[in-house]
Every structure is written in C-alpha cells, then in structure tokens.
C-alpha cells in the first residue's frame, strides 16, 4: 500500500513538473519528463520573478501586489507568452524568461474594467480629433 502511494506520488511530481518555492510558477519540459532546472537556476528564476514583478508594479503604479502564476515550459518550438497562462522557451534562458514574467504581469494588470476605460478613452481622444485637410475644406 505505502508503496503504491509512493509510486504515484512519484508519478504526478514528474508530470507536474518542478514548482517554485512560491509556488507562483511551474517547469516542466515538454518532451523530457525527468527535466529539471538545477538548484541555482530555481534560485536564479525565483529572483527574477520578484524583481520583474516589483518593476512592472514600479513603473505602472496600482494597489496589490501582482504575483501571476503560470507555467514555464522548456522546449518549445518557439519562445513566446501563450495564452497568459504559460512561457514557452526553447531552452532555458534567464532573459527571455524575464520578459514573459513582465509581460504576464502587465497582463494582471489589465483588468477588464481597465481595458473598458482604456479603449473609451482612445474612442474619446480619436473622435477629439481633426483632419487638417477637413478644416480648410470647411473654411
């Protein structure tokens, strides 16, 4: 019996992946399942997350702190943010994994509410505009 849970223990760390000690993301690799980033690129990951976050908070001021969880996954055909919730790498790379936190993070920003009042406020400031060609035509 104890062996069973073991071994299903086991089995769901290695299709999870390897968390962070925040638990605010996850790795895993797409292809290899015993993938692991090593202690000092954890360590190394996990400070890049708080600082991107704190930067992002620093230059686009608001209340809370912005924490977005998602999953890092290694060996992608591509590096990008996909669907908000996951950063596609090909290989491990600090930089680029840098920018997908900064990018998800700008995205916990962008409520709803906020991208209503954004998107009105681009209406208004294009309606208050005028077409010089249209002033001489009037005048």
Request: charged residues 20%; contains cysteine.
């Amino acid at each position: 019996m104890l062996r069973t849970i073991v071994t299903a223990m086991f089995l769901v760390t290695t299709c999870v992946g390897q968390s962070s000690s925040s638990g605010f993301f996850l790795v895993r690799h797409i292809k290899k399942s015993e993938f692991s980033l090593t202690p000092a690129q954890m360590r190394e990951a996990e400070k890049l997350y708080i600082s991107t976050c704190a930067v992002v908070r620093r230059e686009f001021p608001g209340s809370g702190e912005l924490r977005p969880r998602f999953t890092v996954l290694v060996g992608a055909d591509r590096d990008e943010v996909h669907r908000q919730t996951e950063i596609w790498l090909r290989q491990w790379n600090p930089g680029l994994f840098a920018q997908g936190v900064a990018v998800l993070a700008f995205d916990q920003l962008l409520t709803s509410d906020l991208v209503r009042n954004l998107a009105k406020r681009g209406i208004q400031q294009s309606n208050a505009m005028v077409d010089v060609s249209d002033l001489k035509e009037n005048h």
